[in-house]
């Protein structure tokens, strides 16, 4: 892999395909699960996929390229949903936190691809899904959430370990699916 300074013709397309990618991922149906009040999503398995595979800039790039699709009001959430409205309501931070959380991720993977053992680079990719795309994800959207619903902190934080077990599991599969990729062809993290 070489290091450039220049964001080139290449980049753009996989921004693009990450961005698509995480909107393929919402056309599937959210899962309800009657105790939690809002269902689960396999979009936050995308942006763990995007900053894992393509690296922190792109990565985030392609957060920010899928947010101003949902902003414009194309319908590229779980659910159909898009337009400004869903930046206002009291999840939107976990949303918004897809920005840092796959920059966080793609820094964590370029890190981890330098170990030479398969298990041992997997566990290192987990982490970096735990740390970006867990932890960031849901810091972002326990924050937003407590100030706009004016709970405290504890309260949402609370509320937001049910999805955790969800997030550990596509964090898993990522892992899975960058591994696979990984001995066919060579990512461009940089």
Excluded at 11 to 17: C, F, I, S, T
Excluded at 165 to 187: F, N, S, Y
Aim: glycine share 14%; hydrophobic share 55%.
């Amino acid at each position: 892999m070489s290091q450039t300074a220049s964001f080139g013709t290449r980049d753009l397309a996989l921004v693009g395909l990450g961005a698509g990618v995480i909107a393929s991922l919402g056309a599937i149906p959210p899962i309800a699960i009657g105790v939690l009040p809002v269902p689960i999503t396999l979009q936050s398995l995308g942006v763990m996929l995007v900053g894992l595979m393509f690296g922190p800039k792109r990565g985030a790039l392609a957060c920010l390229t899928f947010l101003t699709l949902v902003a414009a009001g194309l319908p590229v959430l779980a659910g159909g949903r898009g337009g400004l409205a869903v930046f206002a309501g009291p999840t939107a931070g976990y949303m918004l936190a897809w920005v840092p959380a796959a920059y966080c991720t793609g820094i964590l993977a370029i890190q981890a691809e330098t170990l030479q053992r398969p298990l041992v680079r997997g566990i290192a990719y987990l982490a970096a899904n735990i740390v970006g795309g867990i932890m960031v994800v849901h810091l972002g959207g326990i924050l937003w959430l407590a100030a706009a619903s004016h709970i405290n902190v504890t309260t949402a934080m609370l509320g937001s370990l049910a999805f955790v077990p969800g997030d550990l599991i596509k964090a898993v599969l990522v892992v899975v699916v960058v591994q696979r990729v990984e001995g066919m062809l060579t990512l461009p993290r940089l």
